[in-house]
């Protein structure tokens, strides 16, 4: 398997796209796909990182110990950023996009196994970080607090990792419509909702399932305001 490992050590070598080098200003980043160099996908990246020190320091070769080494200084650097503060990105660059449940478990892997290799603290404590983000509840809040009745409205919130909402109206303690649960990334995304025509305030009950089972809820106002009268066609 040597033989065949040192072979494969020409594409770490190579600039894409005939090879997976991505040079940067501190060192090489590897990149998953060839072909999109400026997709920046991290459990490829530290699975490459494990290879190679494995190759350098248990196969005693210097190229892979030197790639290795390369890269390490830059996945050290961007790690941080594919933490979100609740969750963990699966890429970022050309595409950011939070990891599903089955990728942040398996970045978590690759953290812990360098973390065994290197007791790193920058890659030790981003797993335990990213593993404790699997039993915390989404933070999800209304920002929306206005719509015009009879429109096809959006209603925003806010949301602390990728997760399932759904929303709950009422008004005056009945309940009026739902909106139907779906997957929709952290930040500020916008659900649709056919605003009804009568003006007034209705509650909102927020509810966000995370992808680990967690469910997160809130509560808020909207104010519905009187739909626009058509204007008259001149005759």
Same mark, same amino acid.
């Given at each position: 398997?040597?033989?065949?490992?040192?072979?494969?050590?020409?594409?770490?070598?190579?600039?894409?796209?005939?090879?997976?080098?991505?040079?940067?200003?501190?060192?090489?980043?590897?990149?998953?796909?060839?072909?999109?160099?400026?997709?920046?996908?991290?459990?490829?990246?530290?699975? =490459?990182?494990?290879?190679?020190?494995?190759?350098?320091?248990?196969?005693?070769?210097?190229?892979?110990?030197?790639?290795?080494?390369?890269?390490?200084?830059?996945? &050290?650097?961007?790690?941080?950023?594919?933490?979100?503060? =609740?969750?963990?990105?699966?890429?970022?660059?050309?595409?950011?996009?939070?990891?599903?449940? =089955?990728?942040?478990?398996?970045?978590?892997?690759?953290?812990?196994?360098?973390?065994?290799?290197?007791?790193?603290?920058?890659?030790?404590?981003?797993?335990?970080?990213?593993?404790?983000?699997?039993?915390?509840?989404?933070?999800?809040?209304?920002?929306?607090? &206005?719509?015009?009745?009879?429109?096809?409205?959006?209603?925003?919130?806010?949301?602390?990792?990728?997760?399932?909402?759904?929303?709950?109206?009422?008004?005056?303690?009945?309940?009026?419509?739902?909106?139907?649960?779906?997957?929709?990334?952290?930040?500020?995304?916008?659900?649709?909702?056919?605003?009804? &025509?009568?003006?007034?305030?209705?509650?909102?009950?927020?509810?966000?399932?995370?992808?680990?089972?967690?469910?997160?809820? =809130?509560?808020?106002?909207?104010?519905?305001?009187?739909?626009?009268?058509?204007?008259? &066609?001149?005759?």
């Amino acid at each position: 398997m040597l033989p065949i490992a040192r072979e494969a050590l020409g594409l770490f070598k190579t600039p894409t796209p005939e090879g997976v080098r991505v040079p940067t200003e501190d060192g090489a980043e590897y990149a998953l796909y060839s072909f999109a160099p400026d997709l920046h996908v991290i459990n490829g990246f530290v699975q =490459a990182l494990v290879g190679l020190y494995d190759l350098g320091r248990i196969g005693g070769d210097a190229d892979a110990q030197a790639l290795y080494v390369e890269g390490e200084r830059v996945a &050290r650097r961007t790690l941080p950023t594919f933490d979100t503060g =609740a969750w963990s990105l699966y890429s970022r660059g050309s595409i950011e996009h939070e990891s599903d449940l =089955a990728y942040h478990q398996l970045l978590r892997s690759f953290l812990r196994s360098m973390c065994t290799r290197t007791q790193d603290p920058v890659y030790c404590d981003t797993e335990l970080r990213f593993a404790q983000y699997e039993l915390e509840a989404p933070v999800v809040s209304l920002v929306t607090t &206005r719509l015009r009745g009879g429109t096809a409205g959006k209603v925003r919130v806010r949301l602390s990792k990728i997760s399932r909402v759904g929303l709950r109206f009422s008004r005056d303690g009945r309940a009026v419509a739902t909106r139907p649960a779906i997957v929709v990334g952290h930040g500020t995304p916008s659900l649709s909702w056919s605003v009804p &025509r009568t003006p007034g305030e209705y509650d909102v009950k927020l509810t966000a399932v995370d992808l680990a089972g967690n469910v997160g809820t =809130a509560e808020g106002t909207i104010e519905v305001l009187k739909p626009k009268r058509k204007r008259k &066609r001149a005759t």
